[in-house]
Every structure is written in structure tokens, then in C-alpha cells.
């Protein structure tokens, strides 16, 4: 949702990012969309009842936990390419590594590297002063172009719906332990990413329609007009966009 009190700077953000979205494929400059999110770990306490004709698996609701993971997505729309890093924990040296990895093994031979994330505390160039050196992290800084998502806006961020997609086919279910996360995680990345699943002709048009939705909130904005009437339509349309977007992406091979 669109804060009443910000609107200047939402709108600002998402142009920023929906420019990016627009811009034509250049393997010189990749565009990565970097999002995170955690998974509880849970094992079973008693052997689940496989699936068989006519009746679901049935799993007992007695559980144990064992703790959660972090899982890192790196999604780069425009070349059919993901990658999830699991690590033990959400922090500014660890999504500093996240982004070694993305300079100087995934994408090494770029000039440049478009990247696109949301606004979580860790996700700055000042984490990488924290994990490295300071010419390393200087370095590092300035093999990527940085762009935000604006706040109360992450589902901008193309890794988000990514990560949806990943829970959906992969993670909704009880993993007990983090190789087997990893395990299971490696197998899903397999599969996407040799079908190429790509959301290029996705991002121009929503891209578009949501330029257009920016434009009439400034103009609202811009009119004094009070919120619950026109801006509300705004954001209710933008929300339903949203959802079709992801749904889309949900159903790629």
C-alpha cells in the first residue's frame, strides 16, 4: 500500500525502478533483482502416511523444530537465470558475500551490474565496508548500479515474485534440516533454469501500465485531492496488477 504521508517518494522510487525495468537487454549490463527470505526448518515426529488412490499424504500435526535457514535470490529476468544461497543467518556480512559472489563468479565478465532490491537494513553498500576491506569494498561498490525499491513497495522487486514461485513448487512443505534444503532448493534451480524461465515480456507491459497508474498519482497528488476516493482506486488496481503479474510468473514452466 501507498503511504498517504509519502507519496512523492513512492512515486520517485518506482519510477526510478520501472526505468530499469524498460531498459533493453544488454549482457554487458545484467539486470539482478536480489530479495531474501527466511524458512522455518521442521521435521516430522512420526513417519507421514504416503499419497495413494483416492486419499492425499497425511502428515500427524505434531512437529519438530529445528530452527530456520536464510535464503538469498538472485533473479536476473532477462537472461532466464536464478540462484538461491542458503546461509544460517540474515546478515550485513553475509548479504555482502551474496554480492561478491554475484561481481566476481556469476556475472564476472560484466561491465557493470544493474541491481534492484528492496529497502531491509542490511541491503547497502555500507555492508560491504563491514564484511571487507575498505579498497575491496570500494571495489565492490562500484561494480554494481544501485536501485530500491520504494518503501511499503517491495513487490517491485522481480526476485520477490521469484521467491514466491519457489515457495509455491518447492517450499511449502516440512524440510527437517538445511542440507536437505539445500538440497531440494539445487534441485528446483536445476529444473527453472534449464527451462530458461524468463519475465521479460511481463516486466515491459506491467512495467508500462504501472508508469501510467505513477503518473495519475501525481496528479492526484499534485490536486490536493483527499485519499479515500481516487488514490484508493489507484492502489487497488495497482495491488489486483500485482497479483496478475505474480500469478503469471507462478505458472511459468
Partial sequence: MIPPTANAAFVAAMEDVLEVY????????PLVCLDETSKQLVAETRTPIPMRPGQPARHDYEYERNGTANLFMLFAPLEGWRHVKVTERRTAVDYAHVLKDVSDTHFKDAEKIVLVQDNLNTHSPASLY???????ARRLVERFEWHYT????SWLDMAESELAVLSAQCLNRRIADRQTLEQEVAAWLSRRNAKHAKAE??????????????IRLVSITAASLRFPSELATVMNVDAKRHANFRGRLKNCP
Fill in 201 to 214: 515480456g511481463a516486466i515491459q507491459s506491467d512495467a508500462l501500465t504501472l508508469r501510467t497508474f505513477a
Fill in 130 to 136: 563491514e564484511a571487507f576491506p575498505p579498497a575491496e
Fill in 150 to 153: 520504494p518503501k511499503h513497495g
Fill in 22 to 29: 524498460t531498459r533493453p537487454h544488454d549482457p554487458a549490463r
